[in-house]
């Protein structure tokens, strides 16, 4: 079995963050070391949304585990790129290529 895929909501606001971060806390004290969060769900990658992502990401690594970002979407990679975000988080164009 391959670590655990969760799908961004469409908007990462405050309410949206605490839930995603709770599952994401319960699948690490569970076992698990590699979280995967597909991003294709999300409706823009905006500077708000960027910060959850790197706050997340920081928590992750804190409790010992790795983030992946799944996306294939092409406007969402390009601001990874221009933020030059992809060499901070590990990409994967799909959740099933982790598998």
Not at 1 to 7: A, E, Q, R
Not at 20 to 29: F, P, Y
């Amino acid at each position: 079995m391959g670590p655990p895929v969760f799908t961004s909501p469409s908007t990462l606001s405050d309410e949206a963050f605490d839930r995603l971060l709770s599952k994401v806390t319960d699948a690490i004290e569970a076992g698990s070391k590699e979280i995967i969060l597909a991003l294709d769900a999300l409706a823009v990658l905006d500077s708000a949304a960027i910060r959850r992502l790197i706050t997340l990401l920081r928590r992750i690594r804190e409790a010992g585990a790795e983030l992946t970002l799944a996306v294939s979407r092409i406007d969402i990679l390009r601001t990874l790129r221009v933020t030059a975000l992809d060499k901070v988080f590990r990409i994967i164009g799909s959740a099933e290529a982790a598998a």
